[in-house]
Nanobody, 122 residues
Framework: QVHLVESGGGSVQSGGSLRLSCVASADTSGSYAMGWFRQAPGKEREGVAT???????RYTDSVKGRFTISQDNAKNTLYLQMRSLKPEDTAMYYC????????????????WGQGTQVTVSS
């Protein structure tokens, strides 16, 4: 069982930045794929970024060049640095842990945090 807690969300203007954090209750670095997902009202939950234990990353096209996923294994913490934020980035952001590396499909993730809200105004 892995318990995930996100933080760092908030309200920013278009072009602003935020850094999301996700603290895991257990050491996930060797056993789990970690990812960030988001869900806007009325839309499906979509994969944003994922990282494997070697540090390889994968991003959905809409955030490439603007978002950076990273992890600090010593702190059991996953990060999502978001820059050049746009109104369409507005969503609830979730941290997740799963067993399939570098997948952006929500179906391959087993453990989920409660989410942190990101709101970007124009």
């Amino acid at each position: 069982q892995v318990h995930l807690v996100e933080s760092g969300g908030g309200s920013v203007q278009s072009g602003g930045s935020l850094r999301l954090s996700c603290v895991a209750s257990a050491d996930t670095s060797g056993s789990y794929a970690m990812g960030w997902f988001r869900q806007a009202p009325g839309k499906e939950r979509e994969g944003v970024a994922t990282i494997d234990r070697a540090g390889n990353t994968r991003y959905t096209d809409s955030v490439k060049g603007r978002f950076t996923i990273s992890q600090d294994n010593a702190k059991n913490t996953l990060y999502l640095q978001m820059r050049s934020l746009k109104p369409e980035d507005t969503a609830m952001y979730y941290c997740a842990a799963g067993r399939v590396y570098l997948s952006l499909s929500k179906y391959y993730y087993t453990y989920w945090g409660q989410g942190t809200q990101v709101t970007v105004s124009s």
